[in-house]
């Protein structure tokens, strides 16, 4: 597992888009319209929402509070020190674990039975090998204290207890969720955007040009709001601190 892990841990990236572009593969429905009702398409929105942006708000707070380098370093495992605070110090790999509610929440967005159970069963097996492959290197990096470490907090589980006391003890850097995130949170919001006004006419009333006009306009605030990011990160305005 941990020679599988090493390999996906290395081609993550393209992992993730390949598993953003098969959302919009064509598949059986979930929720249908004859035991759910009328109104069925309420269902996956709602729920699909909810669990993608919880994600979405892990994913902030455990950067806001305590970054960790992710990238590894050339495509390899690898960790400068062993970060255990912040969201670290309640669950071991909470960054993704907010990748899983992601994507997740956006397949129940979709509405869709192969994505929910084919990718992603295939996608929680290659995360745990991604895991199995950290946690082997970074036993051998820093041995007891990273043995310590997982004796204590749960690889998977977010451990509620002490939370507060957590967020009150740091402080919350919101400039460093951006500017690590706007890539994910570009890709993330443009798929929403695009599963909810493509999969759903009845939110625009089967009007296709409102569908349209939405659109264009959702996806030129985005890619304003990206370029702006972009620029402030790339010109130094701003810096991840």
Known sequence: MVSIGNFFFKYRNVLFIFLYLALFIPSPD????EHFGEYY???PILLGLVVTVAGQAIRGATI???YII???RDKKVYAEELV?????????NPLYVGNILMLVGVGILSNSLLYMAVLIPLFLFIYQAIVLAEENFLRGKFGAAFNAYCARVNRWLINPSGLGETFHSMEFKPKRWLLKEYNTQFVWLLGITLILLLYYPQLTGFDPQLRNMLLAFVMLGL???YFTVRYLKKSGRWVAD
């Open 30 to 33: 979930i929720f249908r319209q």
């Open 41 to 43: 398409y309420l269902w």
């Open 64 to 66: 806001g509070l305590a």
């Open 70 to 72: 992710r990238g590894g």
């Open 84 to 92: 255990t605070q912040g969201i670290f110090n309640h669950c071991r």
């Open 223 to 225: 890619a304003a709001v």
